[in-house]
Each structure stands twice: as structure tokens, then as C-alpha cells.
């Protein structure tokens, strides 16, 4: 579920400074292969298949056969990790289930990092209409560059950019505050996560003392200042 690549450039060129050896496996249902190979071309240690890849049937085998960009040595022994970033509340729960499953009939490594929560309908509320504060900051600052900034463009076409600007903001806004409010309504609670995990268990054949697994929340700053996740 890798998408346009999200975190995983940042978080990789982290990772390469304090490992020995690293390579992040871009892989998604629907590949995007052009924007992968972009990515792949400016990061060492990025790498991605070429395949499409089910999340909740990971053929490990199929996805090293089809790796476009910096591959791991064979021969060597590796660890995998699979990740998903800010992704988790699209699966339903059946489909979370099967993708537990599927890390640990693999006896892979999972890691998941969610940034929307269910709350109270206050704290729900604020986060998602609070973030449209930004709006006029950001039609501000594209205002000011079409107007000022871009210099080589003619005096109408900047106006046509503002115009532009300032019609598609109401629309912009619209699509995002949906998008925010369906977001939050589908993140799931520590204890239904929990209560997948233990099916997961069941499903894969195993049971808490095979896999140890942590839930926790914590203070994050990405969403400040209306509120902490």
C-alpha cells in the first residue's frame, strides 16, 4: 500500500545513516511505476516491484523477481519489515486480519503508524475543520507567487492563475473536509486493533508467545497547533 511513496524517502535515508545495509521495497495493488522509478532514482537505498502486490498475500518470492532499483544481495540474510503509513483505516477488518495473518504465517515484522483516531466528537470535530485555518495561508502564498513570484508569465496569465486559485478553493476545501471526517470516522480504536490481532493469532496458527505485539498511542506534533495524536 505504498501509494506515491509517502514517508518511506525520508524515513529510508534516515534508516541508511544508523544500519549497515537497507533497501525499502516500494509495492502497491496498483503499481505506479513512473512515479516509483522517480524515486528510486533519487534515493539508494529505494527499490520497488514491478508487480501488483496484495497486502494480505505477500508472495515474498514474486516480489524480490520483479525488483526495479536498488536490491538487496542475494545469499544474505535479511530481515523484512512490512509497513503501512497513514493508510490503515482504507482496510476493512477482515482484510487487517488477513494481512496480520499473512506477517506471521511469513514470520515477517509489521509496523503500522495511524495519525487519525476516533475521539470524542469535540476532538474530532476541531481536528478535522481546525486544518482549514491553513486555507487562506496557503491561497495567500499561491496568490502572492502567480502575482509576484512568477515573473516570466504574462499579466493575464497570472490573473487566469489567481482566478483559478480562488475558484478552486471552496471545491478544495469541500474535498478535503471529507476526506478528513470519513478518515477519522473509519481509524480504528486500540481495542478493536487489539481484537484483530488476537484473530489474526487464530487465523495464522499461532498464538501470543510466537508474536509479540504493541499498540500504544503518543504525542505527535504533525497536527499542531490544534491538537496532539
Known amino acids: 500500500c505504498s501509494g506515491t511513496g509517502g514517508p518511506a524517502m525520508a524515513i529510508t535515508d534516515h534508516l541508511a545513516t544508523k544500519l ?5 521495497i ?8 513512473d512515479k516509483w522509478r522517480v524515486i528510486a ?6 527499490a520497488y516491484c514491478t508487480q501488483s502486490v496484495d497486502a494480505t ?5 514474486a516480489v524480490f523477481e520483479n525488483l526495479s532499483g536498488k536490491t538487496p544481495p542475494k545469499g544474505t540474510q535479511h530481515t523484512n519489515l512490512r509497513t503501512i503509513f497513514g493508510a490503515l483505516h482504507h482496510f476493512k477488518p477482515a482484510a487487517i486480519i488477513s494481512i496480520l495473518s499473512d ?38 502564498s499561491l496568490v502572492k507567487y502567480y502575482l509576484f513570484d512568477h515573473r516570466e508569465l504574462s ?40 481484537d484483530m490481532v488476537q484473530m489474526a493469532l487464530v487465523k495464522a496458527g499461532k498464538n501470543n508467545d510466537d508474536y509479540q505485539w504493541k499498540i500504544w498511542k503518543q504525542d505527535s506534533n504533525l497536527i499542531a497547533p490544534f491538537d496532539k495524536a
Open 20 to 24: 549497515r545495509s537497507i533497501t525499502t
Open 26 to 33: 516500494l509495492t502497491d495493488l496498483i503499481p505506479m511505476e
Open 41 to 46: 532514482s533519487n534515493h539508494a537505498h529505494m
Open 57 to 61: 498475500n505477500v508472495n515474498l518470492s
Open 103 to 140: 506477517v506471521m504465517t511469513s514470520n515477517d515484522d509489521f509496523m503500522s503508524v495511524e495519525l487519525t483516531q476516533r475521539h470524542s466528537l469535540y476532538r474530532f470535530v476541531f481536528l478535522v475543520f481546525g486544518q482549514c485555518l491553513f486555507i487562506p495561508l496557503l491561497v495567500f
Open 155 to 194: 499579466t493575464v496569465q497570472r490573473v487566469m492563475y489567481v482566478l483559478l486559485v480562488l475558484v478552486s478553493t471552496p471545491l478544495y476545501m469541500t474535498a478535503f473536509i471529507h476526506d478528513g471526517i470519513v478518515s477519522y470516522a473509519r481509524s480504528y480504536r486500540e481495542q478493536e486493533i487489539r
